[in-house]
Nanobody, 121 residues
Framework: QVQLVEFGGGLVQAGGSRRLSCVAS????????MDWYRRAPGKQRELVAG???????KYADSVRGRFTISRDNAKNTVYLQMNSLKPEDTAVYYC???????????????WGQGTQVTVSS
């Protein structure tokens, strides 16, 4: 129905930058909210940033001012620009999108497979 593919993870030095992308494809009528979550080793998954269909954004306090979320509706893609990375940003990053399928009137939740971001000190 809907596939999410994430790009951009990898190893980066502290203070560096990384851009994550998440592309949605499938039987998509519309995409509402698009969010990025992360799960660090030994910790619970947390919301990092989110963006609505109207481009309103929200951020976790720990990343505000360093990360920027954006979306390209024509490409069904959400981005996460991460600057001034810290070792504590090391985690698996997941995108989550709320999609209305062409065959439905209701919103459904989809998750990407996750991409590892490792920040070395």
């Amino acid at each position: 129905q809907v596939q999410l593919v994430e790009f951009g993870g990898g190893l980066v030095q502290a203070g560096g930058s990384r851009r994550l992308s998440c592309v949605a494809s499938g039987n998509i009528r519309s995409i509402n909210a698009m969010d990025w979550y992360r799960r660090a080793p030994g910790k619970q998954r947390e919301l990092v940033a989110g963006i609505t269909s109207g481009a309103s954004t929200k951020y976790a306090d720990s990343v505000r001012g360093r990360f920027t979320i954006s979306r390209d509706n024509a490409k069904n893609t959400v981005y996460l620009q991460m600057n001034s990375l810290k070792p504590e940003d090391t985690a698996v990053y997941y995108c989550n999108v709320k999609v209305v399928l062409t065959t439905s009137r209701y919103e459904q939740d989809y998750w990407g497979q996750g991409t590892q971001v490792t920040v070395s000190s």
